[in-house]
């Protein structure tokens, strides 16, 4: 069940800028003009998070996630019904409202399901859909759009979404944690505003320039808006966004390098397409082909990353990851006008080795010290963090391109300037494998040994077949 809700919201965001040339001829409009399409999807993303642990704990995970599930498809259907671009728009808000809800729900039903040795080993699979989702999103578009209709990158949501809704209505069991207090609407108000205002910028500031008032103001009322959602949350007996959490050591810790290493890891994913298409000049299907090899590096390192994590623990998988993406990205940085395809492939593939040393680990960590009543919210502030790291990694990709083309060349950047973005992308995730050599993970290791950290059992949590 939670394979198939990530692997359709993943889908989802990624496989709608496929179908914007056709939609914009549909209603004859620019390709620009649908800017709007794109961007709504992460804002309401972002907007939705912050009430998804409270609606966890008030109506429970099963509920929630369904619930969540059948508005997405929903929405969905509007969207490839949809008659005008306000239609279209509304609908894509709708779609980002559900998914900001579905992430956290999906998580934490999973992790309040299975003890930390059996997250471990349930990340193994998790990690697929995560990986083949965004590889896969640019080919199905492409073959949807070209033999039916734009409609079709909607309208494919439903036949993979409607079974999962019935199984899990059947066969999911309900899980849900302590009764929440009263709805903290205030701080839903200033959160949802802050990260609204703040994945506007940063999602606009590439196509906009980092200077537009509309950039400007968004990125600046979001930080003063996310200041002040800080300030209250800590205040308030019963928060929306439990942010005492990051109390926690290893939660904190593991958080950090989540939103600070996603940059240079994502920002290669971005950087790839770029440097092949308008570096070399290569097509469309040269690109998706060449940094597909990514996926596999990934799906080989997750599993002997699981088998590693209980043995050596998540500060030596996770730095020693970061440094090889660091490393790799330093190859990268070689990459030229000649550089062939298979070079570049290798080098895909030995960054997706690299990641995989990075997401399973820092995700079941985050987790291993906090209660069990604490998931739901930690849930939340995982997703939030996650999408902030992922919005910022184009950001800078694009900020260190900018950086590095003279003004007369802005539209075609030069090859130096693909290789000097590398550079800074190697530089920080050096920086983050530095920092994640610094965790101390001996209660991680000891939960998925089913042992306290002082060497005695642990009772594990109970499991759920129901829920498998």
């Given at each position: 069940m939670c394979v198939c809700v990530t692997f359709i919201a993943i889908v989802d965001g990624a496989i709608t800028t496929v179908a914007l040339p056709s939609i914009a001829r549909q209603f004859e409009l620019t390709t620009a003009a649908l800017d709007g399409v794109v961007v709504v999807y992460p804002v309401c993303?972002?907007?939705?998070?912050?009430?998804?642990?409270?609606?966890?704990?008030?109506?429970?995970?099963?509920?929630?996630?369904?619930?969540?599930?059948?508005?997405?498809?929903?929405?969905?259907?509007?969207?490839?019904?949809?008659?005008?671009?306000?239609?279209?728009?509304?609908?894509?808000?709708?779609?980002?409202l559900s998914a900001g809800v579905l992430f956290p729900a999906a998580?934490?039903?999973?992790?309040?399901?299975?003890?930390?040795?059996?997250?471990?080993?349930?990340?193994?699979?998790m990690i697929i859909p995560q990986q083949i989702a965004p590889a896969a999103a640019p080919v199905l578009g492409g073959l949807l759009v070209d033999h039916l209709s734009w409609r079709w990158?909607?309208?494919?949501?439903?036949?993979?979404?409607?079974?999962?809704?019935?199984?899990?209505?059947?066969?999911?069991?309900?899980?849900?944690g302590?009764?929440?207090?009263?709805?903290?609407?205030?701080?839903?108000?200033?959160?949802?505003?802050?990260?609204?205002?703040?994945?506007?910028?940063?999602?606009?500031?590439?196509?906009?320039?980092?200077?537009?008032?509309?950039v400007v103001t968004a990125l600046a009322l979001g930080t003063v808006l996310l200041t002040a959602t800080v300030v209250f949350e800590l205040r308030t007996a019963e928060p929306l966004l439990k942010l005492r959490l990051f109390a926690?050591?290893?939660?904190?810790?593991?958080?950090?390098?989540?939103?600070?290493?996603?940059?240079?890891?994502?920002?290669?994913?971005?950087?790839?397409?770029?440097?092949?298409?308008?570096?070399?000049?290569?097509?469309?299907?040269?690109?998706?082909?060449?940094?597909f090899p990514e996926a596999f590096g990934v799906l080989l390192t997750v599993q002997i990353a699981g088998i590693l994590y209980s043995r050596v623990g998540p500060r030596i998988i996770i730095g020693s990851g970061l440094a090889m993406v660091s490393a790799v990205l330093l190859l990268f940085a070689t990459c030229d006008q000649d550089t062939g395809l298979w070079t570049f492939r290798a080098y895909m593939f030995l960054?997706?080795?690299?990641?995989?040393?990075?997401?399973?680990?820092?995700?079941?960590?985050?987790?291993?010290?906090?209660?069990?009543?604490?998931?739901?919210?930690?849930?939340?502030?995982?997703?939030?963090?996650?999408?902030?790291?992922?919005?910022?990694?184009?950001?800078?990709?694009?900020?260190?391109?900018?950086?590095?083309?003279?003004?007369?060349?802005?539209?075609?950047?030069?090859i130096s300037a693909y290789q000097h973005a590398y550079f800074t992308l190697a530089a920080l995730a050096a920086a983050t494998s530095l920092f994640a050599f610094?965790?101390?993970?001996?209660?991680?290791?000891?939960?998925?040994?089913?042992?306290?950290?002082?060497?005695?059992?642990?009772?594990?949590?109970?499991?759920h077949e129901e829920a498998h």
């Open positions: 993303l972002a907007m939705a998070i912050p009430a998804s642990a409270w609606l966890v704990e008030r109506f429970g995970a099963k509920r929630v996630l369904l619930t969540a599930l059948t508005a997405f498809l929903g929405s969905s259907l509007l969207c490839g019904a949809a008659a005008g671009l306000g239609q279209l728009i509304a609908s894509r808000a709708v779609q980002g998580a934490s039903l999973l992790y309040s399901t299975f003890n930390s040795w059996e997250q471990v080993r349930i990340s193994r699979y990158v909607f309208y494919v949501n439903l036949p993979l979404g409607l079974p999962a809704v019935v199984f899990g209505a059947l066969f999911l069991a309900e899980h849900r302590h009764r929440p207090g009263r709805f903290d609407l205030t701080g839903l108000l200033l959160s949802a505003a802050a990260l609204g205002g703040v994945m506007f910028g940063v999602c606009e500031g590439p196509n906009r320039g980092w200077s537009s008032p509309a926690d050591r290893l939660f904190r810790d593991t958080n950090l390098i989540n939103l600070v290493g996603l940059v240079p890891i994502l920002g290669a994913m971005y950087l790839g397409p770029l440097f092949l298409q308008q570096g070399q000049g290569r097509s469309a299907l040269e690109s998706g082909t060449s940094t960054l997706g080795v690299g990641m995989g040393g990075v997401f399973m680990p820092t995700t079941v960590a985050s987790l291993a010290t906090l209660s069990r009543k604490d998931l739901a919210q930690a849930s939340t502030l995982n997703t939030v963090v996650r999408q902030t790291g992922g919005a910022f990694a184009p950001a800078a990709v694009t900020t260190a391109l900018v950086l590095s083309t003279p003004t007369a060349a802005a539209a075609h950047p030069p610094t965790l101390r993970d001996g209660p991680a290791r000891a939960a998925a040994r089913g042992t306290t950290a002082s060497g005695g059992t642990a009772p594990l949590r109970r499991r």
